[in-house]
């Protein structure tokens, strides 16, 4: 690994009932979160290419965890999302950096397909701070059931020189849609979107 | 579960690589589990609310199954654990006290009797409120290496009628454990203590 990593933390989620009625088979949802040091935290640095590096490399380690909170395999994944908080000596370009240009290849890699945009959020925080990663159908971006968001936090995490650097992953969309849309049944799974 | 309504689980796993120190060489893992179900005391005082402690016992065991699991399956690497509880705001904090005996005697049973009590914590809270789970060593209280916590809250939960139910274990000592004390491989009495 290219940069230093203090911790993983792996959440799921698990939803039996949803406005007083049994969800069946329960929805599920993971998070994987590294904990990581910002080697650029407090001066401006232009070239972020050691940070792209990291981004490909949690990508896969990430990607992969919370695959195997959820026990199952890679293409069964129906949505995905990925955040970053970024310590209060770091930029938000540095989040940018880890999510944006490579951390997506080995995680669609993971899942065999993904054709979707990976639905991204970032900030500067805080240790504690919450942070919700947007979620959205793997490949196809309109699928109306499956937006969604997830909540982490870490409470000792990041520090100002640090980054928490989250991927989500799911097996379901919401609870109980109904809100209408594109259904994931019509997926074409071609353009990302439809 | 005969009347037990679980709405959520959620699973925690943290991996602790190092926190600045040099890194270990196995990073200890701290695992929470917590169950949201509906509080059936809520909003009223009832006097007589012993049931509920037998009723909860097989959550208790699901939830201790599910941590050795989230653990990688070997309930021999369990050296630490905790409990506690939130109880929703129409709730009152004796309700999370029936939580002591299913919730502990679960993971006593399931780690081959472990000597020590369970260290617990509870508390009234709303949605999104956040509990520090006390940790000790799981046959010698005293075990310094070993007290630790671990903050563990869900966004969504309680709500007023609910209760968030937490079990905890860990696998080691805190990451650079150096301020002496009991050490492990000195318990001797059986007690429990030391």
Redesign the interface.
């Known amino acids: 690994m290219s940069v230093r990593i203090r911790k993983i933390v792996t959440i799921l989620e698990e939803t039996l009932i949803e406005e007083g009625r049994p969800v069946s088979p329960p929805t599920r949802r993971a998070a994987a979160v590294a904990v990581i040091e910002n080697p650029l935290a407090g001066r401006y640095v232009e070239d972020l290419s050691e940070l792209f590096a990291a981004g490909e490399e949690l990508g896969g380690l990430l990607g992969e965890r919370a695959r195997a909170a959820l026990d199952i395999p890679g293409p069964s994944v129906e949505s995905f999302g990925k955040a970053a908080a970024v310590g209060a000596d770091g930029g938000l370009e540095h989040a940018a950096a880890l999510l944006h240009p490579k951390l997506g290849a080995p995680l669609r890699a993971l899942l065999g397909k993904g054709a979707a945009l990976i639905p991204s959020s970032k900030k500067r925080a805080g240790p504690g701070a919450t942070f919700d990663i947007p979620l959205g159908h793997k490949d196809a971006a309109r699928v109306r059931s499956h937006f969604d968001g997830m909540e982490v936090s870490i409470a000792d995490a990041p520090r100002a020189d640090e980054i928490a650097i989250a991927v989500a992953l799911t097996d379901s969309g919401r609870p109980h849609p109904r809100v209408g849309g594109l259904r994931k049944a019509d997926v074409k799974g071609e353009d990302g979107l439809v | 579960m005969a009347d037990i309504?679980?709405?959520?689980?959620?699973?925690?796993?943290?991996?602790?690589?190092?926190?600045?120190g040099p890194p270990a060489a196995v990073p200890p893992r701290r695992a929470v589990v917590a169950a949201v179900i509906e509080n059936p005391f809520a909003g009223r005082y009832v006097d007589d609310i012993m049931g509920l402690m037998d009723d909860l016992k097989p959550l208790g065991i699901e939830m201790a199954t599910r941590l050795v699991k989230?653990l990688g399956g070997d309930a021999g690497v369990v050296e630490g654990y905790g409990k506690g509880a939130i109880v929703g705001e129409a709730g009152e904090l004796e309700h999370g006290a029936l939580w002591h005996n299913p919730g502990g005697y679960a993971m006593r049973e399931l780690l081959g009797g472990a000597k020590a009590i369970v260290p617990s914590a509870k508390k009234v809270g709303g949605l999104?409120a956040?509990i520090d789970i006390p940790i000790t060593h799981i046959n010698a209280s005293y075990v310094r290496s070993h007290f630790d916590a671990?903050?563990i809250?869900i966004?969504d939960a309680p709500r007023r009628d609910e209760m968030v139910l937490i079990l905890a274990m860990t696998t080691g000592a805190r990451v650079h454990a150096r301020v002496g004390g009991l050490k492990k491989e000195d318990i001797k009495a059986g007690d429990g203590l030391r």
């Open positions: 309504k679980v709405r959520k689980f959620v699973t925690v796993v943290e991996e602790i690589l190092h926190e600045g989230a999104g956040k671990i903050e809250g966004g």
